[in-house]
């Protein structure tokens, strides 16, 4: 099994991983000659939080909440640089038992994001305003109630890892050392125990929710906890995710997580026929069986595969993805998600999205093999980065004149090489541990059918191989929505999606009623 090279594991996130140069991230900026200024002004280095009142109602029930914006500083000991880490939560007012209200931890990944596109575009009290179906509205942008938060089920704290959001080092020498696996879940264990510590949370039920390769920092997370502080969790929640990358590029596996999701995206295009257009349970059903079989068996042969049988198979992905069968024949029956996205709407000049498939955009090669740009996350970057800034400070009260870093290249390289050597990046061994040894672990998965940056079938695949005991297999359930990494953009997946993950939270907190 190959070890994939370090520079191609960034997984950007909203989301998934850049395979692409097109895809790289697009970090918020400012000019360069107001960052030291900035760094000296803010040169004190403390906590520093905002604290206001507000009212929202969720799931059809009124509510007082509290929100805390602001920095936490993390030092477990003398000998270990400090770091402030940017922090959003949200609590119920007028508990007297907090042992009786979840708590959920939230991540998005990257590495490289803060965790803005979780809280303002699905669990939040408030969510960027969207098109119902997910695609970006004119400018200027706006802010609405989410009357399905996961506030009404669970207490949220949305956490920005180090260089991410408001998140630095007292040092910025030192930054690098948390811009790894390791540096990374070490971090934010330490702030998961802080912060359950200086709140009184260590008997509420308590969560995790991870999208991207926030999956897989909380899958990490799940064992570092339990190991180092005996912090034990009643459930994760796997938004989007991946668990390993060998999934996701750099082997055959990568070829059969990806088709499937293809699929999804020909026939939401109207380039299938016959029951793979009209039946989606059944086109799903065949496409994995043939993903797994009879095309995982074609590619395992590589060379030796008989030329006739590859011209057959040709013909039947064909089908299945809505491609050229010569294309597909001379591409050896492996199709890069790069080149389906710039090929399946050639015909009208338009590119497809890799975060989500469903949305077009246009760029000016007709004749390119790969496209300029993502449309699908320039239809959130916008909306997303400017009521971000407009809400910390306007509503929430936090005054910084730092960058909020969205989505930013400042963690590269990111450093695998102390967990990895010699094998492949893998989080399910650390996940395994974790389920083994509390047998009461929950885990709750997310997917959306059209996401070209971490497709279903990878995770679904990850998850199968978990080295577990039988009988915990029946702790891991599976969700599905149309839509595709960020399936919360559009309307009707994000009411189902937060209905989905409230009830998992409420199911789950143990022996005590959440509240």
Not at 233 to 251: E, H, I, P, Q, R
């Amino acid at each position: 099994m190959k070890i994939l090279p370090l520079f191609f594991l960034l997984l950007i996130a909203i989301p998934g991983f850049s395979q692409d140069a097109d895809d790289a991230s697009a970090p918020d900026s400012k000019p360069k000659g107001d960052e030291k200024k900035i760094e000296e002004e803010e040169s004190d280095f403390k906590d520093n939080v905002s604290i206001t009142s507000h009212k929202g109602t969720f799931g059809g029930v009124a509510m007082d909440y509290t929100a805390t914006a602001g920095t936490m500083v993390i030092k477990k000991d003398e000998e270990d640089p400090q770091a402030a880490i940017f922090y959003t939560a949200y609590t119920k007012d007028g508990l007297d038992d907090l042992t009786k209200r979840p708590i959920v931890f939230c991540f998005n990944g990257g590495p490289g994001s803060a965790s803005v596109w979780l809280h303002l575009g699905g669990f939040g009290p408030k969510r960027v305003q969207m098109n119902p179906d997910g695609t970006m509205p004119a400018p200027p942008f706006s802010l609405g109630p989410n009357p399905e938060s996961l506030l009404g089920a669970a207490d949220l704290v949305f956490v920005d890892p180090v260089t991410t959001g408001f998140s630095r080092t007292e040092k910025l020498e030192d930054a690098k050392k948390f811009h790894s696996f390791e540096g990374d879940l070490d971090s934010i264990a330490e702030f998961i125990r802080l912060y359950t510590t200086r709140n009184n949370r260590w008997l509420s039920p308590k969560f995790l929710a991870g999208e991207s390769y926030g999956a897989f920092r909380v899958a990490g997370l799940s064992e570092v906890l339990h190991r180092k502080y005996g912090l034990y969790l009643n459930g994760l929640v796997l938004v989007s995710g991946v668990l390993g990358f060998d999934t996701l590029m750099g082997s055959d596996l990568a070829d059969i997580s990806f088709l499937p999701a293809m699929t999804e995206v020909a026939a939401w295009h109207g380039k299938l026929e016959g029951d793979l257009a009209n039946d989606g349970k059944k086109r799903r059903a065949e496409v994995e069986t043939f993903s797994k079989g009879e095309y995982a068996s074609a590619l395992l042969q590589g060379a030796k595969l008989d030329p006739a049988k590859k011209t057959e198979l040709a013909e039947k992905i064909s089908g299945y993805i809505g491609l050229d069968a010569d294309l597909i024949e001379r591409l050896n029956l492996r199709v890069s998600t790069t080149r389906f996205r710039e090929e399946l709407l050639r015909d009208t000049g338009e590119i497809l999205g890799r975060f989500d498939a469903r949305i077009k955009g246009r760029d000016a090669d007709l004749a390119g093999n790969r496209p300029w740009f993502d449309p699908s996350y320039s239809a959130v970057y916008g909306p997303f980065a400017s009521t971000l800034k407009d809400y910390l400070r306007r509503e929430l009260k936090f005054e910084s004149d730092r960058t909020y870093e969205i989505l930013t290249s400042k963690v590269r390289p990111w450093d695998y090489s102390n967990s990895f050597v010699g094998q492949p990046v893998d989080v399910t061994p650390k996940l395994a541990s974790a389920l083994s040894e509390n047998p009461y672990l929950k885990i709750m998965v997310n997917c959306g059918y059209q996401d070209l940056a971490t497709p279903y079938t990878g995770i679904t695949h990850s998850l199968d191989h978990l080295e577990i005991a039988p009988e915990y297999r029946d702790n891991i359930s599976f969700t599905f929505y149309e839509g595709g990494h960020m399936m919360y953009t559009i309307e009707e997946s994000n009411v189902q999606w937060n209905k989905d993950v409230a009830n998992f939270v409420r199911q789950n907190s143990g022996s005590a009623k959440a509240e």
